[in-house]
């Protein structure tokens, strides 16, 4: 038994000390983007230093779960142009919306007296740009917008 050897074991080893290569720990993973199983790939000094996620199998650098918040607050607003992220719902009718009105060809100015086909985009003078869905009624279009579906007069359909 060495003298001094029991003040190197205690501290920062300690806690660490079962972990070895092959291990299972939880680490976070930068690509599925949480807290995941890794096994141990590399340890150093009785620290773990590269592990591979058994789930999407990538190897990086052991990174504390606890660090968990500081990566998830920035990656949440990962949707191009998301103006209110806290709407949920609404941001996957916007999504579908956004689409919508960029396949469009030509903006149709919205009148209760023009007319109107599936597949047009109109100009409204309050809802903006709104994606003709289709007639609900020989006079009456159901219009994706912003703000969801709405339905509208327009000219009866030909
Ligand atoms: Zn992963």
């Known amino acids: ?24 720990v939880e680490s976070l993973c930068k690509r599925c983007k949480t807290v995941t199983d890794h096994h141990v790939v590399v340890m150093d000094k009785g620290r773990i230093a590269k592990v591979e996620c058994k789930i999407c199998l990538a190897r990086h650098a052991y990174q ?9 607050q920035p990656a949440a607003p990962k949707a191009p142009r998301t103006t209110s992220p806290s709407r949920k719902q609404s941001a996957s009718v916007e999504a579908q919306w956004e689409k919508s009105v960029a396949d469009a060809g030509s903006l149709v100015p919205y009148s209760m007296a023009a007319s109107f086909r599936a597949g047009d985009v109109m100009d409204h003078p309050v809802f903006g740009l709104g994606a003709v869905q289709k007639f609900v009624s020989f006079n009456t279009v159901e219009v994706l917008f912003r703000d969801g579906l709405k339905n509208l007069r327009c000219a009866p359909r030909k």
Do not use: D, H
């Open 1 to 24: 038994m060495a003298f001094f050897s029991t003040r190197y074991n205690l501290g920062s080893v300690m806690s660490q000390n079962q972990i070895q290569a092959g291990s299972s």
């Open 64 to 72: 504390s779960p606890s660090a968990e918040v500081k990566i998830k």
